[in-house]
């Protein structure tokens, strides 16, 4: 039974998109696993407090995301 745990900044994606994300990453588990495991793969979204995620040595914020995201075009 595949268990996907995905972290995000919150704020960061609208509910449309954590939906593709579920979507999008049981198919690529199903890719792999094959059809049977569709209906026991877990994906779980959790988002993280803005400034509670740090790279670097640096927390991130939801707004240095959302910066990071507008210059590279996504």
Do not use: Y
């Not at 990453?25 to 509670?52: F, K, N, P, Q, Y």
């Not at 670097?56 to 507008?70: E, H, Q, S, Y």
């Amino acid at each position: 039974m595949p268990f996907v745990n995905v972290k995000v900044i919150q704020g960061v994606f609208t509910s449309d998109q954590k939906q593709a994300m579920v979507e999008r990453l049981t198919d690529a588990m199903v890719a792999i696993e094959g059809e049977a495991m569709r209906g026991v793969t877990w994906v779980v979204v959790e988002e993280v407090a803005s400034g509670d995620w740090g790279i670097g040595g640096k927390c991130l914020t939801t707004a240095d995301v959302k910066a990071l995201t507008a210059t590279a075009g996504v």
